[in-house]
């Protein structure tokens, strides 16, 4: 594989976008006349570039408008809805907040309850006491912390991996292994339903882009074989998750992996939402396969942390040190993030067994969902996608779960392809019984037994 010679100017170099809002008018030339008559807009008129963004804005429909909400924790598995804005006590007729019931939380990525564990928390208070709340520098700076190396080390002997790099952000981390590995010679191929960081890492890339059929090898190895045949040197990347984060289906890793050391191509895995729970006592989908160049990994899901990193062979690590301006410029991850991150890995190797009930778990919610007349759910892991098609469908569905005293998010475009609107359900540990018993009464039933009913 050939690398491409470290650019410190810049990592990735932005290529020139055709759809700018704004387009700087040319300069005069020198001498013109520029008495010319030009009408120039009252200070009071919005400017142009405003106006498109608030035309943009109005184009969206209704259903695929956006809101924050806020949402405290409430216990080992609830969070807690703020009172909605204006909301009054008819009883006291006053304006005062009417504080709404806490929600189940099967909404949150919190899939082992390690963001509250007693261990986790201590270690990061600890680290918080220590180092202080950020690291306030970049690591090639003054960032870097005991902490950080002791993180990177023990990760790097669980996975089987030489070297591990830590970052502020998955997004981040996904942004650099694609611009490590790819430039604008590159063509990259990717499963149709990668995550948005990584196509974004794409662009910046400068790389071209096609995809192959969501977890088909055969598909993959049609797109490797005519590319070989047109241009046999030419650096080609292929990029996948082992656990997809919208659908809940596995990645059937060790095809992928044969196909891309067959053609001599790196193939990088976003691991995300399997470490912790999927694989050798947690280690991901990709544990074990030596063909595959990067792991991405974060902390914000089963680590119950923030932070993540990238983890590959000595030579990889070393071209993402000397090479990535993610890594290089920007604070280094928070101290006391790293160190819940470090506690948890420990919780996670000592108790392989949560992994496994909650493995259990999700097979009997998958069964009863299935025998409820909706589609079996996709996949193995914590996440059950249920489909309903419909964007008005899937946001009634979420209103009725939360009338229910469950919280489950309705997924749309275009987070997920156009009439693959659905409900994204997340196993936790921790969820009280008759959890289920709740959700199926408040789902009702599924297309296949309603189209059955007389």
Same mark, same amino acid.
């Given at each position: 594989?050939? /690398?491409?010679?470290?650019?410190?100017?810049?990592?990735?170099?932005?290529? @020139?976008?055709?759809?700018?809002?704004?387009?700087?008018?040319?300069?005069?030339?020198?001498?013109? +006349?520029?008495?010319?008559? /030009?009408?120039?807009?009252?200070?009071?008129?919005?400017?142009?570039?405003?106006?498109?963004?608030?035309?943009?804005?109005?184009?969206?429909?209704?259903?695929?408008?956006?809101?924050?909400?806020?949402?405290?924790?409430?216990?080992?598995?609830?969070?807690?809805?703020?009172?909605?804005?204006?909301?009054?006590?008819?009883?006291?007729?006053?304006? $005062?907040?009417?504080?709404?019931?806490?929600?189940? +939380?099967?909404?949150?990525?919190?899939?082992?309850?390690? $963001?509250? +564990?007693?261990?986790?928390?201590?270690?990061?208070?600890?680290?918080?006491? %220590? &180092?202080?709340?950020?690291?306030?520098?970049?690591?090639?700076?003054?960032?870097?912390?005991?902490?950080?190396?002791?993180?990177?080390?023990?990760?790097?002997?669980?996975?089987?991996?030489?070297?591990?790099?830590?970052?502020?952000?998955?997004?981040?981390?996904?942004?650099?292994?694609?611009?490590?590995?790819?430039?604008? /010679? &590159?063509?990259?191929?990717?499963?149709?339903?990668? /995550?948005?960081?990584?196509? =974004?890492?794409?662009?910046? &890339?400068?790389?071209?882009?096609? @995809?192959?059929?969501?977890?088909?090898?055969?598909?993959?190895?049609?797109?490797?074989?005519?590319?070989?045949?047109?241009?046999?040197?030419?650096?080609?990347?292929?990029?996948?998750?082992?656990?997809?984060?919208?659908?809940? $289906?596995?990645?059937?890793?060790?095809?992928?992996?044969?196909?891309?050391?067959?053609?001599?191509?790196?193939?990088?895995?976003?691991?995300?939402?399997?470490?912790?729970?999927?694989?050798?006592?947690?280690?991901?989908?990709?544990?074990?396969?030596?063909?595959?160049?990067?792991?991405?990994?974060?902390?914000?899901?089963?680590?119950?942390?923030?932070?993540?990193?990238?983890?590959?062979?000595?030579?990889?690590?070393?071209?993402?040190?000397?090479?990535?301006?993610?890594?290089?410029?920007?604070?280094?991850?928070?101290?006391?993030?790293? %160190?819940?991150?470090?506690?948890?890995?420990?919780?996670?190797?000592? +108790?392989?067994?949560? =992994?496994?009930?909650?493995?259990?778990?999700?097979?009997?919610?998958?069964?009863?969902?299935?025998?409820?007349?909706?589609?079996?759910?996709?996949?193995?892991?914590?996440?059950? &996608?249920?489909?309903?098609?419909?964007?008005?469908?899937?946001?009634?569905?979420?209103?009725?779960?939360?009338?229910?005293?469950?919280?489950?998010?309705?997924?749309?475009?275009?987070?997920?392809?156009?009439?693959?609107?659905?409900?994204?359900?997340?196993?936790?540990?921790?969820?009280?019984?008759?959890?289920?018993?709740?959700?199926?009464?408040?789902?009702?039933?599924?297309?296949?037994?309603?189209?059955?009913?007389?």
């Amino acid at each position: 594989m050939q /690398h491409p010679q470290p650019r410190f100017d810049s990592d990735c170099p932005q290529p @020139r976008r055709r759809d700018a809002l704004i387009t700087s008018p040319p300069a005069p030339v020198s001498g013109a +006349d520029n008495t010319a008559d /030009h009408t120039i807009e009252p200070a009071t008129a919005e400017p142009p570039w405003r106006q498109q963004l608030r035309a943009s804005l109005g184009d969206l429909p209704a259903v695929r408008r956006r809101r924050l909400r806020s949402l405290a924790p409430a216990g080992a598995a609830a969070l807690q809805p703020a009172a909605p804005e204006g909301a009054t006590d008819a009883r006291a007729g006053a304006a $005062s907040p009417r504080p709404p019931s806490p929600l189940l +939380d099967l909404a949150s990525n919190d899939y082992l309850g390690l $963001s509250r +564990d007693p261990a986790v928390l201590a270690a990061a208070a600890a680290e918080l006491h %220590a &180092s202080g709340l950020g690291a306030t520098a970049s690591r090639l700076i003054c960032g870097t912390r005991p902490v950080h190396l002791e993180l990177e080390q023990a990760l790097a002997a669980w996975l089987g991996r030489e070297r591990v790099l830590l970052f502020p952000s998955g997004f981040q981390a996904n942004l650099a292994a694609v611009c490590a590995l790819a430039d604008r /010679h &590159s063509l990259v191929l990717a499963d149709r339903l990668i /995550h948005h960081s990584l196509l =974004a890492g794409v662009r910046a &890339s400068g790389a071209r882009l096609k @995809r192959f059929a969501h977890n088909d090898s055969a598909d993959l190895e049609r797109l490797l074989l005519s590319e070989r045949c047109d241009r046999p040197e030419a650096p080609l990347l292929v990029l996948c998750e082992s656990l997809y984060s919208m659908e809940g $289906s596995a990645s059937p890793l060790a095809a992928l992996a044969a196909l891309c050391a067959r053609h001599r191509v790196p193939l990088l895995v976003d691991e995300a939402h399997a470490l912790g729970v999927l694989g050798p006592c947690g280690r991901g989908l990709a544990h074990g396969i030596a063909s595959v160049a990067i792991v991405s990994g974060t902390f914000g899901k089963a680590f119950g942390s923030g932070g993540a990193f990238l983890a590959g062979d000595s030579l990889v690590g070393d071209w993402l040190l000397q090479s990535s301006g993610a890594f290089r410029y920007t604070t280094a991850l928070a101290p006391p993030l790293a %160190a819940g991150a470090l506690a948890a890995l420990g919780r996670i190797q000592a +108790d392989p067994e949560a =992994a496994s009930a909650l493995l259990e778990r999700c097979g009997r919610w998958r069964d009863a969902l299935e025998a409820a007349g909706w589609p079996r759910p996709p996949g193995e892991g914590p996440i059950l &996608s249920v489909r309903l098609g419909d964007d008005t469908a899937a946001l009634a569905a979420q209103e009725r779960l939360e009338a229910a005293g469950l919280l489950a998010l309705a997924i749309r475009p275009p987070t997920v392809p156009e009439g693959t609107a659905r409900l994204r359900l997340v196993l936790r540990t921790g969820l009280p019984s008759g959890t289920l018993e709740k959700l199926l009464v408040a789902l009702g039933p599924g297309p296949r037994l309603s189209l059955a009913s007389p």
